[in-house]
């Protein structure tokens, strides 16, 4: 099973919203705190009880960090590392917690022996887009 946080543009006060996708199905909407954001990449995943939640929690291992898990919030001032998860997006705030929701989807495919991975990466279609307006400018002072 993969996971996939498609970021959106940085916004100017840090947020970062995304969309989390279950094998190309979207699940829910994503936030991150822009000094702290989990680099571009893939990673496994494990669950494990946290003590700040007192319940399992999915854990992304991202190499020299520790403690960064999915976990509800609303706005970044909720995460410094972590990835936040909620079923609803309305500017840069997120709500109704989807955490619990992505811990039995993680577990059920861990029970069946999937592998299991998290995949964070920017959104496709800015980068076609700078691409665009990057070759527009290049026509323009051509000329």
Avoid: W
């Avoid at 893939?42 to 190499?63: A, E, G, M, R």
């Amino acid at each position: 099973m993969i996971i996939r946080v498609v970021r959106e543009r940085s916004r100017a006060s840090g947020a970062i919203p995304s969309k989390i996708y279950v094998d190309g199905v979207f699940f829910s909407y994503g936030l991150e705190n822009e000094p702290y954001k989990i680099p571009n990449g893939q990673y496994s995943l494990y669950y494990k009880v946290s003590p700040t939640f007192k319940k399992n929690k999915v854990y992304i291992d991202v190499p020299n960090r520790t403690n960064i898990l999915i976990h509800g919030g609303t706005t970044i001032d909720n995460t410094k590392g972590c990835l936040l998860v909620g079923a609803e997006r309305k500017g840069e705030t997120i709500s109704k917690d989807q955490s619990d929701e992505l811990f039995n989807v993680v577990e059920g495919a861990a029970k069946n022996g999937e592998a299991v991975a998290i995949v964070f990466e920017n959104d496709k279609t800015l980068i076609y887009a700078a691409i665009c307006f990057l070759g527009l400018l290049f026509i323009t002072l051509k000329r």
